[in-house]
């Protein structure tokens, strides 16, 4: 079935508005319940995937082993029909999205039985499209914009990681000092930030504790949305004075000058991933098990230690990405984690709220995060 006559099959029972589906359904509560809404799955054991393909969620140790099958599986599962599925992605050059570039590039996918494609799209233009099903997927994080959608009503949840930074990596919070400042202490009250996302973006909970030490709280930053290429033009130029740097762009800055890191993402602890909306949350789960399916493989298969270390591996990951190999090499791999922790996405209401862009009172876990679709695709009941 085709994602626009699965997309059109949705629009027509929900009815003819978003709001109007937000009043005839409500979003499913819980991992248990989503399941029941798409119909009792059985969750059996899978070859290659053991013990260690799942860890304890509650597990915030900074230095987790993330959960691992072995190369190659979860072995694929072909559909009995071919699915088309659209993932939207903020960027398609971010080392972070390689994992869903080489498993489009190596065929992971199609041995689903997917055809998938990778589609640019800002986070809060593709929500609606993604509620609605006009999209299958997104590869971004739980911002504000998320949980204010989920708040009014958009049947979104969380349903995948994608990494965590290593103990290395200086990806995050970058200032440019002031003629007499120095990195132990900044003055970050009033000053201008560059980001992706703006206010309501993940970076604001470990943004957060590195402003504590800093003279400057969230409510303090002014905040500029920038396009992907132009937040470190915008650090180097002064058009911001500040920015979040992510690997391996931070490389551009480190070891010069006038820079000072400042902080970044907490270790073991994913804050971005794949996100669903209905259609592979109840209206098409054996879809949306498939597509993790392959994202894990592809972690497992290219990912699973150090993939920088394989010199060839990088060559081709920084064509694929289309980034300067030189820098790709200089930085510290990312620790590429399908799993999520409990808690993310409470702590990063907090934060949300400090920023002031939280619409009403919190969510719980069960209403923003579906652990049981990646837990399937490795062989682990809840």
Same mark, same amino acid.
């Given at each position: 079935?085709?994602?626009?006559?699965?997309?059109?099959?949705?629009?027509?029972?929900?009815?003819?508005?978003?709001?109007?589906?937000?009043?005839?359904?409500?979003?499913?509560?819980?991992?248990?319940?989503?399941?029941?809404?798409?119909?009792?799955?059985?969750?059996?054991?899978?070859?290659?995937?053991?013990? &260690?393909?799942?860890?304890?969620?509650? $597990?915030?140790?900074?230095?987790?082993?993330?959960?691992?099958?072995?190369?190659?599986?979860?072995?694929?599962?072909?559909?009995?029909?071919?699915?088309?599925?659209?993932?939207?992605? =903020?960027?398609?050059?971010?080392?972070?999205?390689?994992?869903?570039?080489?498993?489009?590039?190596?065929?992971?996918?199609?041995?689903? =039985?997917?055809?998938?494609?990778?589609?640019?799209?800002?986070?809060?233009?593709?929500?609606?499209?993604?509620?609605?099903?006009?999209?299958?997927?997104?590869?971004?994080?739980?911002?504000?914009?998320?949980?204010?959608?989920?708040?009014?009503?958009?049947?979104?949840?969380?349903?995948?990681?994608?990494?965590?930074?290593?103990? &290395?990596?200086?990806?995050?919070?970058?200032?440019?000092?002031?003629?007499?400042?120095?990195?132990?202490?900044?003055?970050?009250?009033?000053?201008?930030?560059?980001?992706?996302?703006?206010? #309501? *973006?993940?970076?604001?909970?470990?943004?957060?504790?590195?402003?504590?030490?800093?003279?400057?709280?969230?409510?303090?930053?002014?905040?500029?949305?920038?396009?992907?290429?132009?937040?470190?033009?915008?650090?180097?130029?002064?058009?911001?004075?500040?920015?979040?740097?992510?690997?391996?762009?931070?490389?551009?800055?480190? =070891?010069?000058?006038?820079?000072?890191?400042? #902080?970044?993402?907490?270790?073991?602890?994913?804050?971005?991933?794949?996100?669903?909306?209905?259609?592979?949350?109840?209206?098409?789960?054996?879809?949306?098990?498939?597509?993790?399916?392959?994202?894990?493989?592809?972690?497992?298969?290219?990912?699973?230690?150090?993939?920088?270390?394989?010199?060839?591996?990088?060559?081709?990951?920084?064509?694929?990405?289309?980034?300067?190999?030189?820098?790709? &090499? *200089?930085?510290?791999?990312?620790?590429? $984690?399908? %799993?999520?922790?409990?808690?993310?996405?409470?702590?990063?209401?907090?934060?949300? %709220?400090?920023?002031?862009?939280?619409?009403?009172?919190?969510?719980?876990?069960?209403?923003?995060?579906?652990?049981?679709?990646?837990?399937?695709?490795?062989?682990?009941?809840?």
């Amino acid at each position: 079935m085709s994602r626009r006559a699965r997309a059109y099959a949705v629009v027509l029972a929900a009815g003819a508005t978003l709001l109007a589906s937000a009043a005839c359904s409500s979003p499913p509560e819980s991992d248990s319940s989503s399941k029941t809404a798409a119909g009792q799955r059985t969750v059996r054991p899978v070859e290659g995937c053991g013990a &260690k393909a799942w860890t304890d969620p509650k $597990d915030l140790s900074p230095n987790r082993t993330p959960a691992r099958c072995l190369p190659g599986a979860p072995p694929p599962q072909p559909l009995s029909e071919p699915r088309e599925l659209t993932i939207a992605t =903020g960027t398609l050059s971010a080392e972070y999205v390689a994992p869903l570039q080489v498993a489009l590039d190596k065929g992971e996918f199609k041995k689903e =039985g997917l055809d998938v494609e990778l589609k640019v799209l800002p986070t809060p233009d593709a929500l609606p499209l993604l509620a609605k099903g006009d999209i299958d997927a997104l590869w971004a994080a739980p911002e504000a914009a998320v949980m204010n959608g989920v708040k009014g009503g958009f049947d979104i949840k969380w349903v995948a990681g994608n990494f965590s930074p290593d103990p &290395k990596s200086k990806s995050g919070l970058w200032v440019r000092l002031k003629e007499g400042e120095s990195a132990s202490r900044v003055a970050m009250a009033g000053r201008k930030l560059g980001t992706m996302i703006g206010k #309501g *973006s993940v970076i604001a909970y470990p943004m957060e504790k590195a402003l504590e030490q800093h003279g400057g709280g969230l409510a303090e930053i002014r905040y500029q949305q920038l396009g992907s290429a132009d937040v470190l033009t915008a650090l180097q130029n002064g058009g911001v004075d500040s920015a979040w740097l992510l690997d391996p762009v931070w490389r551009k800055v480190a =070891g010069q000058q006038g820079y000072a890191f400042l #902080g970044g993402q907490p270790q073991g602890e994913p804050l971005g991933g794949m996100l669903y909306g209905r259609t592979l949350l109840q209206d098409d789960v054996d879809a949306g098990v498939a597509l993790l399916r392959a994202y894990i493989r592809t972690v497992n298969t290219y990912f699973a230690s150090d993939y920088k270390q394989d010199a060839s591996f990088v060559t081709y990951l920084a064509k694929l990405l289309n980034s300067e190999e030189s820098i790709l &090499k *200089s930085t510290p791999p990312l620790r590429m $984690d399908w %799993e999520i922790r409990s808690g993310t996405t409470n702590r990063l209401q907090s934060a949300y %709220e400090s920023q002031g862009v939280a619409e009403g009172s919190p969510l719980p876990e069960s209403r923003t995060v579906n652990r049981s679709l990646y837990g399937e695709a490795v062989g682990h009941a809840p």
